[in-house]
């Protein structure tokens, strides 16, 4: 899974990124010190896999990974070359997810780019260049489709279809609210990967004061869920400055970090739910001493889809799959135990893989 970071110079960016995923982007009180685009990989945590891990006597634990890419500050006009311009763009064609921080604090030493605090015009900011960007897209698509619309049905179709999502983004509204029931049209819709057909998670960027109440007195916070829900996207309060803190401490000193917080989760483990809830995603899980592991899939895979994310080999020479449920697994303490019981099955093409299933595919290639 890959996600975008976007969001308006000084609101805590790069910060929220440095932490999330320990790489160190330059970050300072000053527009556009992240000119290129920074990577980082973060694993997913997942506790199941520790207590595999025992059970199994495994010698490898391989969780689930999400690369973050981090966008250099956007400020009004940069779909017309203002500040870094579109460079930006190209970067975010290829995500899953954009996660858009928004500041909902105050600082007067940390400098605003609009001079006030507003998330819903920061929001709307982003969004604008977004639509002015995808607007770019479909205006070239438009002409090069124009020339082979007159002699083929199919072209002329498309044609009439990018007209319709032109017009849609003409009344600043994202693509991601354009419907149509056509196949045709929703596969040509999926095809283009215009920005705002993204999934969007909102993170909530606030004082370590408004974290405990889970931004509950914060204005800004209840103007960005009330946005939120109105556009179908996802929200979660974080304290950029608290995660970097709590990205320099271990396992145990993070725990007792949290603790005194009154917190229960990190701000990553909150994105990480976000962005499986948003994105439909599952794991199940392989088990044995060699490794145990995490694969993540979209909710509703069927067993050789979800066979094929280990090997093409496995998909294409799929006979059966072995499953037990990790909590089946959990209540009988041995995968022997659970067979005894009964709760080991054998599930054939037309399964439905769910969270948590342990499984070993048998194939045949």
Not at 29 to 49: A, E, H, Q, S
Not at 176 to 194: A, V
Not at 283 to 308: C, F
Request: proline share 2%; glycine share 8%.
């Amino acid at each position: 899974m890959k996600l975008g970071i976007v969001g308006l110079p000084n609101v805590g960016k790069s910060t929220l990124f440095n932490s999330l995923t320990k790489a160190g982007a330059e970050s300072a009180n000053y527009p556009f010190c992240t000119i290129d685009p920074n990577v980082g990989v973060v694993t997913v945590p997942d506790k199941r896999l520790d207590v595999l891990g025992e059970m199994y006597h495994t010698k490898k634990i391989v969780p689930a990974a999400i690369e973050f890419v981090d966008i250099a500050g956007l400020v009004k006009g940069a779909s017309k070359g203002e500040g870094l311009g579109n460079q930006f763009l190209a970067n975010i064609r290829e995500v899953d997810a954009i996660v858009h921080v928004v500041r909902c604090f105050e600082d007067s030493n940390i400098v605003h780019v609009d001079g006030t605090i507003d998330p819903l015009r920061d929001i709307e900011t982003i969004n604008l260049e977004l639509i002015f960007s995808d607007l770019e897209i479909l205006e070239r698509r438009i002409a090069k489709t124009t020339k082979v619309a007159r002699n083929d049905k199919a072209a002329a179709k498309e044609l009439a279809l990018l007209e319709r999502i032109k017009a849609h983004l003409e009344e600043n509204k994202m693509a991601k609210s354009f419907t149509t029931d056509d196949e045709d049209e929703q596969g040509w819709l999926t095809s283009y990967n215009l920005l705002t057909y993204k999934p969007v998670i909102f993170a909530a960027n606030v004082t370590e004061d408004d974290l405990a109440d889970d931004g509950a007195n914060n204005a800004g916070v209840q103007a960005v869920r009330e946005y939120a829900e109105q556009e179908d996207c996802e929200v979660f309060v974080v304290c950029a400055q608290i995660e970097q803190e709590i990205a320099e401490l271990d396992d145990e000193e993070k725990k007792m970090f949290l603790e005194d917080l009154g917190l229960e989760e990190s701000g990553l483990e909150k994105l990480i739910k976000a962005s499986y809830h948003l994105l439909g995603l599952i794991s199940y899980l392989t088990a044995g001493e060699p490794e145990v592991r995490a694969w993540t899939i979209t909710r509703g895979t069927k067993a050789p889809q979800a066979a094929g994310k280990i090997h093409t080999d496995f998909e294409r020479g799929f006979i059966r799959a072995e499953v037990v449920s990790y909590d089946d697994l959990m209540a009988c303490g041995t995968h022997a135990a659970a067979k005894e019981k009964g709760l080991v099955r054998l599930e054939g093409k037309e399964y439905v893989v769910q969270d948590g299933d342990i499984i070993l595919f048998r194939f045949n290639v």
